[in-house]
């Protein structure tokens, strides 16, 4: 089984920084991307940032320039790192993997629980 952890939310003052950090654990073989969504009440979830294996990195408009992304393929972990917050940046974070279990040979797109960010203005 695997799962996807995520740590690091929390309430931060507009113009603030916090960083998010998942782990991936459990019967993993390889992992593919793994990245960052998001979704705010009353809408769709949306992509924040991905990450490939090689450190390719893909960003929404709306936070480049802001965010940054990382991961250590050794260790399994992603993370992001958000400065400049704005209140519409308020929102459940997602950490988002695309992993091959070992008992597979096809890769599956797995879920973290969420972590809420909250920004005031």
């Known amino acids: 089984q695997v799962q996807l952890v995520e740590s690091g939310g929390g309430l931060v003052q507009a113009g603030g920084s916090l960083r998010l950090s998942c782990a991936a654990s459990g019967s993993i073989d390889s992992i593919n991307a793994m990245g960052w969504y998001r979704q705010a009440p009353g809408k769709q979830r949306n992509l924040v940032a991905t990450?490939?294996?090689?450190?390719?990195?893909n960003y929404a408009d709306s936070v480049k320039g802001r965010f940054a992304i990382s991961r250590d393929n050794a260790k399994n972990t992603v993370g992001l790192q958000m400065n400049s917050l704005a209140p519409e940046d308020t929102a459940v974070y997602y950490c988002?993997?695309?992993?091959?279990?070992?008992?597979?040979?096809?890769?599956?797109?797995?879920w973290g629980q969420g972590t809420q960010v909250t920004v005031s203005s």
């Open positions: 990450i490939s294996t090689g450190g390719s990195t």
């Open positions: 988002y993997g695309n992993i091959v279990p070992v008992n597979l040979r096809t890769p599956r797109n797995y």
